[in-house]
């Protein structure tokens, strides 16, 4: 099930989050933040002015994925559940709400490059780490949807 995320549930959101981080750091950098520090953000200010999408089994939240605006910010899987399905429903759910998408991968992170080409992004920018917090080359992907 995908459905919007509430604001009492951004302990579990920050948790999903930072999982899937731990989880991918061999192809990226470690989160730069604490967990207190990620849970007050996602609390504060990702849930109050974003749209924060949530994929569930059995009423566990096992997947999140940030809009803002024509960026997808966040798009997280946790690892157990990668490769079934629910990162392409969260993408195609997106790409329902936009015309246009802008999202930033990080040059490393090859699995998500390949997903993310593979769903239609086209790299239109590399970047060398200068741009974001962990320091690392990106690439920024757009894609372009049918008008409506």
Not at 47 to 60: D, F, G, P, S, T
Not at 82 to 110: D, I, M
């Amino acid at each position: 099930m995908i459905r919007r995320a509430v604001l009492d549930e951004a302990p579990v959101v920050a948790e999903v989050y930072l999982r899937s981080r731990r989880e991918a750091v061999p192809y990226i950098p470690r989160v730069t933040h604490t967990r207190d520090e990620v849970c007050e953000w996602f609390a504060s200010i990702v849930l109050v002015e974003h749209e924060v999408w949530v994929a569930e089994i059995a009423r566990h939240i096992i997947a999140v994925m940030v809009l803002r605006g024509e960026s997808l910010d966040h798009l997280y899987v946790l690892q157990d559940h990668q490769r079934r399905g629910v990162g392409t429903r969260l993408l195609e759910h997106a790409k329902t709400q936009r015309r246009v998408l802008r999202l930033y991968a990080f040059q490393s992170n090859e699995p998500a490059r390949d997903f993310y080409e593979k769903h239609g992004f086209k790299a239109i920018a590399f970047g060398d780490g200068t741009a974001n917090e962990e320091g690392a080359p990106d690439i920024l992907y757009e894609w372009r949807g049918i008008l409506r």
